[in-house]
């Protein structure tokens, strides 16, 4: 299934979520949204310094390393990112 990106997030079944994420990644030639670095690797290192409240975040919230990003504001989707990079967005710039 391919899909017109992009979407609403609120109105993806968990099983579409993971296709528009593979998506994503796809057409981002493997590649973070957020860092440009492989999502098959980690986030560069002024990222990861970061310190994240993971109290912030749902309990298993890094169990999968590659997360559909998402605007809290239009639900639209932005793009497949690491979970790291997830939590410094929202965090630290409200995405």
């Known amino acids: 299934m ?3 990106l992009p979407v609403d997030y609120t109105k ?11 998506q994503y990644i796809k057409e981002q ?4 949204a957020y860092c ?9 290192t ?3 310094d970061l310190k994240i409240n993971w109290k912030l975040f749902p309990p ?3 169990k999968s390393p590659v ?16 979970y790291y990079c997830n939590a ?3 965090q630290y710039y409200g995405r």
């Not at 993806?12 to 593979?22: A, F, I, P, T």
């Not at 030639?29 to 973070?32: E, H, R």
């Not at 504001?73 to 990112?81: L, S, W």
């Open 12 to 22: 993806l079944s968990g099983k579409h979520r993971k296709l528009v994420r593979e």
């Open 60 to 62: 298993f919230f890094w």
């Open 2 to 4: 391919i899909f017109d």
């Open 46 to 48: 002024e990222i990861t």
């Open 67 to 82: 997360h559909l990003q998402h605007d809290h504001d239009t639900n639209m989707t932005e793009g497949a990112v690491h």
């Open 29 to 32: 030639d493997g590649s973070c």
């Open 88 to 90: 410094v967005m929202w």
């Open 36 to 44: 440009n670095e492989s999502l098959d690797g980690k986030p560069p």
